[in-house]
Nanobody
Framework: QVQLVESGGGLVQAGGSLRLSCVAS????????MGWYRQVPGKQRELVAA???????NYADSVKGRFTIYRDSAKNTVYLRMNSLKPEDTALYYC?????????????WGQGTQVTVSS
């Protein structure tokens, strides 16, 4: 099991930057995959960026070149650096963790942090 706590959301003007943080309650090396998703009302939650179980990274096409996911293992934290923000990036951003054990695959979510980009 793991608890995830996000922070760093807020209101920013278009073209601005934010950094989201996700602190895990256990070593991130013990987590098979971690990433960021976002959701706007009335739409499905979508992947933004993630570290895959194979050790690589995956980004949504809409954020490539603007967002960067990175981690600090000493702090059990995964970050999402968001540059050149656009109004369409406005959403509730969630941290996600997937843990695979001999009993199954388990997904965990944080409580979300709101990002609002004004035009």
């Amino acid at each position: 099991q793991v608890q995830l706590v996000e922070s760093g959301g807020g209101l920013v003007q278009a073209g601005g930057s934010l950094r989201l943080s996700c602190v895990a309650s256990r070593s991130i090396f013990s987590i098979n995959a971690m990433g960021w998703y976002r959701q706007v009302p009335g739409k499905q939650r979508e992947l933004v960026a993630a570290f895959t179980s194979g050790g690589g990274t995956n980004y949504a096409d809409s954020v490539k070149g603007r967002f960067t996911i990175y981690r600090d293992s000493a702090k059990n934290t995964v970050y999402l650096r968001m540059n050149s923000l656009k109004p369409e990036d406005t959403a509730l951003y969630y941290c996600n963790a997937m843990i695979v054990t001999n009993t199954g695959r388990y997904e965990y979510w944080g409580q979300g942090t709101q990002v609002t980009v004004s035009s």
